[in-house]
């Protein structure tokens, strides 16, 4: 499993220079407050920097860095070299439940290539790009439809009224990432019984610390079984590359910790923005064409992975600013994906809107390896629900939703839904 790298970091010598000349400023921390009245939109204060695009901010530990809100910025920050991903050379953009004890980020784990730059990162980075084929992709869109239906037909058995996450939203990415990995069908709920524990919100950390090792504990038991029979998925691909047992496993956690969660977030976050804009509802009802438009609109729009550290290696010089070595640039993506000047109006949530170049999957060496499986799993779920349900609908007041407010994934807890039965 990869390890999360929003924890508190290391005090450097290039912390204690920035202190010095900033000490008497009042430096503002990270915003989380996305209470504006809409659930969708980031917090007012992050929006409200569109003319300062690269500005200081003081970090959970003491540490003063930078934050990155413009989408240039962002874009540059993230296809850099001279911006690490190394978790251990970052700093906590922001206080995290659970982590306040943590002192330093610890190296990223073995096969978590998300906390490693080139050549490691490369040497795993080329590995997994040939194994997210045309064909596979293709192969895997097949199956998200079938998925779709299976899941849309529990649904009906259950409702009216369900909880739209556990019934849709959660399933959905859950069987393609067992299919993706190649997980046994008759292991398939124990599986998801543990991943969907490891990853909510509502339960308590010693239980998700279990989950979390029942999880390590399976993909180990997958990948040696995988290597003694392989089968046709990408696990067993990876078997015959140059990867000890011990990165297969990391591989694997780092491939279902990026495929599930996010993917489930915007499913679930995405039918409560399509229902609260009833007129973009029925214009994607209306032509069902424009889903796939729709979910790059709504990848921008909703941005829920988010923030995004990385550190100065050298002094690099952006937006007219200097960030010396040693410092935390973090790049908020909700904000990016706002920038006037690169999205004009960019707090109307439109279908028709093009909206190419969003980092909602991140950008350069480090952008998601799994972001066309996303889409077409977004691309069919969407017009597949609401063709099902032509009626759904909140089931609750929309300021009754719950929120995973203080979560670096953003989205729903719950969803309840419900519609009108022929």
Known sequence: MSYDPTAPGTTTAADTASA????????PTLPTDRRTGCPFDPPAELTALADKPLRRMRYADGHIGWLATGHAAARTVLSDPRFSSRYELQHLPMPMAGLEEMTAIPPAPVGDFLGLDAPEHTRFRRLLTGKFT??????????????????????????????????????????????????????????????????????????????FTAVHQFIGELVAAKRAEPTDDLLSDLTSADLTEEELIGVGGVLLAAGLDTTANMLGLGTFALLSNPDQLDALRDAPSLAEQTVEELLRYLSVADPIPRAALEDVEIEGQLV?????????????????????????????????????FGHGAHQCLGQQLARIEMAVAFPALFARFPTLRLAVPPQEVPLRDRANIYGVISLPVTWDKE
Do not use: W
């Open 20 to 27: 010095d000349v900033t000490t008497a400023e009042e430096l």
């Open 324 to 360: 010396k070595a040693g410092e935390t640039v973090t790049v908020s993506v909700q904000a990016a994906n706002r920038d006037p000047h690169k999205f004009p109006d960019p707090n109307r949530f439109d279908i028709h809107r093009k909206a190419t170049g969003h980092v909602a």
């Open 134 to 211: 045309v064909r596979r992709m293709r192969q895997l869109g097949e199956r998200v439809e079938k998925f779709t239906a299976d899941c849309l037909d529990a649904m009906e058995q259950a409702g009216p009224t369900v909880d739209l996450v556990e019934a849709f939203a959660q399933p959905v990415p859950a069987l393609m990432i067992c299919e993706l990995l190649g997980v046994p069908y008759a292991d398939r709920d124990r599986f998801q019984r543990h991943v969907a524990t490891v990853f909510d919100q509502s339960t308590d950390a010693e239980a998700r610390g279990e989950a």
